[in-house]
C-alpha cells in the first residue's frame, strides 16, 4: 500500500478512467481533472466544495468525462474519483461518511445552478448481495436538477484496502437507467481491476 503522497499520487493516475475508457464517442468535459492537493468534501451546508486534501488521505483525484449528444440524445456526465488514504481505516470512515451524507443532506448543492436531491444510498458490505469484488461500497440514486430540467443520478463508491473509488453519473434524455447502469459497472469493474494490478493482486 502507498505510504507517500507521490506514491499515492501516482495510483491514482494510473487507476482513474479515461475518457477513452468509457467507450467509444466519450470524451474530456471542459474542466477535465479536480486541482491538484485537494478532495471533494460536502460541508454543513450540504454544500460540495474542493478543501486542501486532509491528514489522512495521500491523493485525491477526479477525472471528468461525457459523451455528447447526438440526435435526440442528450449529453452523459460522468466522473471518476480515486482517493488513496493512509489507512484501512480512514478509507473504512469515507465509505460510513457517503453513506450518511445521503440522510444528512438529501438535497445537495453541486455548483451555483446544479444539485442533486431526492437522495437515497444502501451500502453492501463484502459478502453480502452479492459483494465479492470489493471491502464495502455505496450505491446512491436520485436526480440532476439543473436551470433547464433534472436527468438521472447514480454514484458509487468501492473500497479496496486503502483506496476509494467512486464514479458518479449524470443521465440525458434519451438514456435508461439501465445505459447509465452499465457505464457505472464498466468504470467500477475497470477501476477495481487496476487496483488489484498496481498493488501485486489487492484484497479482492
Given amino acids: 500500500m502507498p505510504r507517500a503522497r507521490e506514491d499515492g499520487a501516482a495510483l491514482a493516475e494510473a487507476v482513474a478512467m479515461r475518457p477513452r475508457d468509457w467507450g467509444a464517442g466519450f470524451e474530456a468535459q471542459p474542466l477535465a481533472r479536480s486541482a491538484e492537493g485537494t478532495i471533494a468534501l460536502l460541508d454543513d451546508q450540504c454544500r460540495w466544495q474542493r478543501r486542501a ?13 461525457q459523451l455528447p449528444g447526438t440526435g435526440k440524445r442528450g449529453t ?25 451524507e445521503a440522510l444528512r ?32 461500497s455505496v450505491l446512491e440514486t436520485g436526480v440532476y436538477l439543473t436551470g433547464t430540467g433534472k436527468a438521472d443520478y447514480r454514484w458509487m463508491v468501492l473500497r479496496l484496502g486503502t483506496v476509494t473509488m467512486t464514479v458518479s453519473i449524470k443521465g440525458a434524455e434519451g438514456y435508461t437507467v439501465d445505459e447509465l447502469e452499465q457505464f457505472m459497472t464498466r468504470g467500477t469493474t475497470t477501476m477495481l481491476d487496476r487496483v488489484e494490478h498496481e498493488l501485486g493482486g489487492g484484497e479482492g
Fill in 105 to 136: 443532506c438529501p438535497e445537495q448543492q453541486v455548483r451555483a445552478d446544479e444539485r442533486i436531491a431526492q437522495l437515497m444510498s444502501v451500502g453492501t458490505p463484502r459478502g453480502t448481495r452479492g459483494n465479492n469484488y470489493a471491502d464495502d
Fill in 76 to 100: 452523459v456526465k460522468v466522473t471518476a474519483t480515486v482517493t488513496v488514504h493512509t489507512a484501512v481505516l480512514d478509507a473504512d470512515d469515507h465509505v460510513s461518511a457517503t453513506l450518511e
Fill in 53 to 65: 486534501l486532509p491528514d489522512d488521505v495521500l491523493a485525491s483525484l477526479s477525472l471528468y468525462s
